[in-house]
């Protein structure tokens, strides 16, 4: 079957990369790229293991075909340290053992930097609601929502 | 909060470091069992059943094997034929439930398997093999496989555990009793008796990381896999069983694992992925479908349980009659005989008798999950007892506090117990301010128990001293929640040197000594005790060396703060450092290994305080404040104690309001998705406080006595009892859904 060219800025460098039509992002980002930190938890965008920003809004890259990102601007996990240096986010999910298995780590953190780039001061509930796409079988949720808390204060300069 | 019956003083026990593996995790860089890529890697998809018992006339793979780009097909008749080979009964099973021969015995049972260059070939391959069944009757339920005339799965299943044995078979591979005291007696004592039946649905242990392996086989027989499992030693020798060679021959490499809550303790793609290697001649991986992932692995058992307890006016029990059956799934192996032996065992009751059924089903064959076998049965034994606590109108700590089990009590399994924390598991809860917190309308508050095990079993570990003093502690057993951050802690503890000087790391199964699988709570417990081993043997060394240095008896030299120090202080000490520098003139590399099978398990207790509100509108039940208090004998890695606890307990509620297995009437999953199958989303929860009881186990040199699994047993009790509260509506039926909750509403108003 032939594939499709696609090109798209993957965080912050321009990659060209081929796929079928039928291809997920998810799985055009893991297998051709090389881009393994989402991912497949269902392949049905309801565990949201598989979060990636397209043109800086979070999207389940399992429900998304790899030509449809032609042209857009990628973030994934493996984007949001700056120069090796950590994003706020990841730093408190570190300190805050917000991580058991780690398997759904990365959709958190790029739902979470979603919810943080809009609203910097959110509350608990807001949390629980903007991180309620995305399953973590292990923690309960709890210390990933006081992660988030904590990066929230962090990156408010508190 | 935590309780401790003594402070010991320790420098890196009981703190909260950055976990060991925790900057791959959050960096995207971690492998899991998916990730990995292997030059000329071929996809692979494997072939399922579509009913839920048929017998399998044929499978015509010709097409498949044509079509551009498949390299391989396999199906059972590509592996060894153990019942012919006169092998285990037990290994016959798992050899069936990993590839059918002659049935497929539940939906999703798999028939064959295909090899090719991309998904999409292999997809399409899958769907191309021709398999023509001839269906046959199913029961679902206990109550249909026990029914008179039941369709049998297993025509040669004799009960044990009955007799004189059964003449006939039947679906009940084993019956499990056990009885004190005399129970007419006891029920004569009572001043109040009640009796209830329960039932609940197969849950799914939910990971959220499918089953994944590779398999890269070489042609003289060896193969290499690698894999999301608890326990890359047991995957081991299930796959030589299954492919009928010599454990040897296979390497497994551990992968990081993305949850597994017990359900990774057995194997389903990994002997295919090595057959189709073998016949492609190239590495291949397989991973599941998170539909197949619910048809066709887990769950744990439904059940129908019925209780019956009797009190005297002082809160006393005084008699306790149990009988349970277990869904087995397609192959027996319920975990009745634990729920048997757990459904009473947080209480000393003179009087009673616990009868279970392990019962074979057309449905997946079950795992283990988090305490396997008694959530149900507590659900149950602490949902009655709140009714009992109610009737004689006593508060429900209280009562659990008359009748606890303490040091001495002949458990209702058999042993006397040693040391255990479940009367301060009580105390916390009672202590706590959630215990007295103000209640809204519609809110109510429940209290519940729970009892498990915990395990010990074999494990193995090496600790290396690196040239610059630093060390790396190696183990074989795979990480689930942690536990590498509980190998450093200790070491740093047993060697005196900083807990960022030490890397703890799981090595494959041909790199350090046999490791049985993360379960039963007990990595931290054994491979812990094997890790604290191992440094004790380094720092005997490491006195040897400096005693050798200074030319003085080994007695003359101590150990203290990560440096030898000469007893009376006549020489300038010798740190790790120096000793690692000049390891070259005093005997060589600094290394050590240590092996060992359970010296002793500490079992674990929790009590569980949970407040609900329930809209009588849409039958919703929302939590809205959740403690648990659990003994964790020592918390080495508070954090991570903590997120067993706060995990376990999630899953509990899971389980309570929403989790259930749904079949049509052919026997076939309706809900195996995440959207279907609805598992607790950050927006369902409050904050869940944790309590961490401290009393040591004495059998570990920390005073461990594992942490995972306890946490799940109480929760289902804990939120059907803050129902009645808020409503007074006894629920009965797992999951206690909307529907069900309206249900009964509607009939209390009738």
């Given at each position: 079957m032939a594939r499709t060219h696609i090109t798209a800025v993957v965080n912050g460098d321009e990659t060209e990369f081929l796929a079928e039509d039928g291809t997920s992002l998810l799985n055009a980002?893991?297998?051709?790229?090389?881009?393994?930190?989402?991912?497949?938890?269902?392949?049905?965008?309801?565990?949201?293991?598989?979060?990636?920003?397209?043109?800086?809004?979070?999207?389940?890259?399992?429900?998304v075909f790899a030509p449809e990102v032609e042209g857009a601007t990628i973030l994934t996990v493996e984007g949001l340290a700056d120069s090796g240096e950590l994003h706020p986010l990841q730093q408190c999910f570190l300190e805050g053992a917000a991580l058991q298995c780690g398997i759904c780590t990365p959709g958190f953190l790029i739902a979470a930097k979603a919810l943080l780039d809009k609203n910097p001061d959110p509350t608990e509930t807001e949390i629980r609601y903007a991180l309620a796409g995305n399953l973590c079988r292990c923690t309960g949720y709890d210390k990933i929502v006081r992660a988030v808390q904590e990066a929230a204060r962090e990156m408010r300069g508190q | 909060m935590a309780i401790t019956e003594e402070n010991p003083g320790y420098k890196w026990v009981g703190t909260r470091p950055i976990r060991p593996d925790g900057l791959e995790k959050v960096t995207g860089k971690a492998q899991f069992g998916a990730d990995l890529m292997l030059p000329g890697m071929l996809f692979g998809k494997v072939v399922r059943s579509p009913h839920a018992h048929a017998r399998i006339v044929s499978i015509d793979t010709t097409a498949a094997e044509a079509m551009v780009g498949v390299k391989a097909v396999i199906t059972g008749s590509d592996f060894p034929d153990l019942a012919a080979n006169g092998a285990h009964a037990s290994d016959i099973d798992v050899a069936n439930n990993a590839i059918a021969r002659e049935k497929v015995?539940?939906?999703?049972?798999?028939?064959?398997?295909?090899?090719?260059?991309?998904?999409?070939?292999?997809?399409?391959?899958?769907?191309?093999?021709?398999?023509?069944?001839?269906?046959?009757?199913?029961?679902?339920t206990v109550d249909e496989a026990m029914a008179e005339g039941a369709p049998l799965l297993h025509e040669g299943?004799?009960?044990?555990?009955?007799?004189?044995?059964?003449?006939?078979?039947?679906?009940?591979?084993?019956?499990?009793?056990?009885?004190?005291?005399?129970?007419?007696?006891?029920?004569?004592?009572?001043?109040?008796?009640?009796?209830?039946?329960?039932?609940?649905?197969?849950?799914?242990?939910?990971?959220?990381?499918?089953?994944?392996?590779?398999?890269?086989?070489?042609?003289?027989?060896?193969?290499?896999?690698?894999?999301?499992?608890?326990?890359?030693?047991?995957?081991?020798?299930?796959?030589?069983?299954?492919?009928?060679?010599?454990?040897?021959?296979?390497?497994?490499?551990?992968?990081?694992?993305?949850?597994?809550?017990?359900?990774?303790?057995?194997?389903?793609?990994?002997?295919?992925?090595?057959?189709?290697?073998?016949?492609?001649?190239?590495?291949?991986?397989?991973?599941?479908?998170?539909?197949?992932?619910?048809?066709a692995t887990g769950p744990t058992s439904g059940t129908r349980i019925r209780v019956k307890m009797g009190v005297s006016n002082d809160g006393k029990i005084t008699a306790a009659e149990v009988w349970m059956a277990y869904e087995a799934g397609a192959y027996s192996g319920s975990p009745v005989g634990a729920a048997g032996m757990t459904a009473i065992a947080c209480y000393d009751i003179p009087n009673f008798v616990v009868e279970g059924y392990d019962v074979v089903c057309n449905k997946p064959r079950?795992?283990?999950?988090?305490?396997?076998?008694?959530?149900?049965?507590?659900?149950?034994?602490?949902?009655?007892?709140?009714?009992?606590?109610?009737?004689?109108?006593?508060?429900?700590?209280?009562?659990?506090?008359?009748?606890?089990?303490?040091?001495?009590?002949?458990?209702?399994y058999g042993p006397k117990f040693p040391r255990i924390g479940?009367?301060?598991?009580?105390?916390?809860?009672?202590?706590?301010?959630?215990?007295?917190?103000?209640?809204?309308?519609?809110?109510?508050?429940?209290?519940?128990?729970?009892?498990?095990?915990?395990?010990?079993?074999?494990?193995?570990?090496?600790?290396?001293?690196?040239?610059?003093?630093?060390?790396?502690?190696?183990?074989?057993?795979?990480?689930?929640?942690?536990?590498?951050?509980?190998?450093?802690?200790?070491?740093?503890?047993?060697?005196?040197?900083?807990?960022?000087?030490?890397?703890?790391?799981?090595?494959?199964?041909?790199?350090?000594?046999?490791?049985?699988?993360?379960?039963?709570?007990?990595?931290?417990?054994?491979?812990?005790?094997?890790?604290?081993?191992?440094?004790?043997?380094?720092?005997?060394?490491?006195?040897?060396?400096?005693?050798?240095?200074?030319?003085?008896?080994?007695?003359?030299?101590?150990?203290?703060?990560?440096?030898?120090?000469?007893?009376?202080?006549s020489q300038p000490p010798l740190s790790l450092s120096d000793l690692a520098a000049k390891s070259g003139r005093t005997g060589g590399p600094i290394s050590a290994n240590a092996s060992l099978n359970s010296r002793g398990v500490g079992a674990g207790f929790s009590t569980q305080l949970c407040d609900v509100e329930v809209d009588p509108e849409t039958g919703v039940t929302r939590v809205v404040r959740y403690l648990t208090a659990q003994d964790a004998g020592r918390a080495i890695s508070p954090d991570y104690v903590e997120g067993q606890m706060q995990g376990g307990v999630v899953q509990g509620i899971g389980w309570a309001l929403n989790e259930?297995?749904?079949?049509?009437?052919?026997?076939?999953?309706?809900?195996?998705?995440?959207?279907?199958?609805?598992?607790?989303?950050?927006?369902?929860?409050?904050?869940?406080?944790?309590?961490?009881?401290?009393?040591?186990?004495?059998?570990?040199?920390?005073?461990?006595?594992?942490?995972?699994?306890?946490?799940?047993?109480?929760?289902?009790?804990?939120?059907?009892?803050?129902?009645?509260?808020?409503?007074?509506?006894?629920?009965?039926?797992?999951?206690?859904?909307?529907?069900?909750i309206l249900e009964a509403l509607t009939e209390q108003r009738d």
């Open positions: 980002l893991r297998d051709e790229v090389g881009l393994t930190g989402a991912k497949e938890g269902c392949g049905t965008g309801d565990c949201g293991a598989c979060s990636v920003m397209i043109d800086e809004k979070v999207t389940t890259s399992c429900l | 015995l539940y939906e999703g049972h798999v028939v064959a398997a295909v090899a090719a260059t991309t998904r999409e070939q292999a997809e399409a391959a899958a769907k191309a093999v021709e398999v023509t069944y001839e269906i046959l009757p199913h029961v679902l299943m004799i009960t044990k555990g009955v007799d004189p044995a059964p003449e006939e078979p039947s679906n009940v591979a084993s019956k499990i009793l056990h009885e004190r005291g005399d129970l007419e007696q006891g029920f004569g004592e009572a001043d109040v008796v009640v009796e209830r039946e329960f039932t609940t649905k197969p849950v799914h242990q939910g990971y959220i990381e499918p089953h994944a392996a590779v398999a890269d086989a070489n042609t003289d027989g060896r193969a290499h896999i690698w894999c999301s499992s608890q326990g890359h030693f047991q995957m081991r020798a299930y796959s030589a069983t299954v492919l009928g060679v010599s454990p040897g021959t296979l390497k497994v490499t551990a992968a990081e694992i993305g949850g597994g809550f017990g359900g990774k303790t057995v194997i389903y793609l990994e002997p295919l992925a090595v057959r189709l290697s073998q016949r492609a001649g190239r590495p291949v991986k397989l991973v599941m479908d998170r539909d197949e992932v619910f048809r079950v795992a283990a999950y988090r305490a396997p076998g008694a959530p149900m049965a507590a659900f149950a034994v602490e949902s009655v007892l709140d009714d009992l606590a109610r009737d004689i109108g006593m508060d429900p700590i209280d009562i659990r506090l008359a009748n606890a089990a303490v040091e001495g009590t002949q458990a209702s479940f009367v301060e598991t009580l105390e916390a809860i009672k202590d706590h301010p959630n215990y007295t917190a103000d209640l809204g309308p519609n809110q109510g508050r429940g209290v519940a128990a729970g009892f498990w095990f915990n395990a010990g079993m074999m494990s193995s570990a090496t600790v290396h001293i690196n040239e610059n003093g630093t060390a790396t502690v190696v183990t074989g057993s795979p990480d689930i929640g942690g536990s590498r951050q509980s190998m450093a802690l200790m070491a740093a503890e047993e060697l005196g040197i900083p807990y960022e000087s030490i890397k703890a790391v799981v090595a494959d199964t041909e790199t350090v000594g046999f490791n049985d699988v993360t379960g039963g709570s007990r990595v931290t417990l054994a491979t812990g005790a094997a890790v604290v081993d191992a440094c004790r043997l380094i720092v005997e060394d490491l006195r040897a060396r400096a005693a050798k240095t200074w030319d003085v008896e080994v007695d003359q030299v101590e150990w203290v703060d990560g440096q030898a120090q000469h007893v009376d202080g259930e297995y749904i079949h049509d009437q052919d026997g076939v999953m309706e809900n195996p998705s995440f959207l279907d199958y609805r598992i607790p989303v950050a927006s369902d929860l409050p904050m869940i406080d944790c309590a961490i009881v401290e009393v040591p186990n004495p059998a570990h040199p920390y005073g461990v006595r594992g942490v995972g699994e306890v946490g799940i047993v109480p929760p289902m009790a804990a939120v059907g009892n803050a129902i009645n509260d808020a409503i007074d509506v006894r629920m009965t039926d797992l999951p206690m859904s909307p529907v069900r």
